[in-house]
């Protein structure tokens, strides 16, 4: 099964470690992405960093990893 995420679960899981960033993290499906989220998590990625409370090595790990879904 293939599951959709849109830039806000994308946001809300690089933000918090929550049960949203398990599940995503632990996937073993396929997840497919709007083309716009990743200009989306670009133009926000100041406030998703002060947000987040990590390091922006930290933050563009989490981000790859969210991304690949592992």
């Known amino acids: 099964m293939s599951i959709v995420l849109d830039a806000n679960i ?5 933000i918090k470690d929550s049960t ?3 599940l995503i993290l632990e996937y073993d499906g ?3 992405f709007p083309e716009y989220i990743f200009k989306e ?4 990625k100041g406030e998703l960093l ?4 990590i390091d922006k090595s930290e ?3 989490l981000l790859r990893m969210l991304l ?3």
């Open 30 to 32: 396929v997840f497919l």
């Open 20 to 22: 949203t960033r398990k």
């Open 10 to 14: 994308c946001s809300q899981a690089l």
């Open 50 to 53: 002060r947000k987040s409370g």
């Open 59 to 61: 933050f563009e790990t």
């Open 68 to 70: 690949k879904g592992k």
């Open 41 to 44: 998590l670009e133009d926000h």
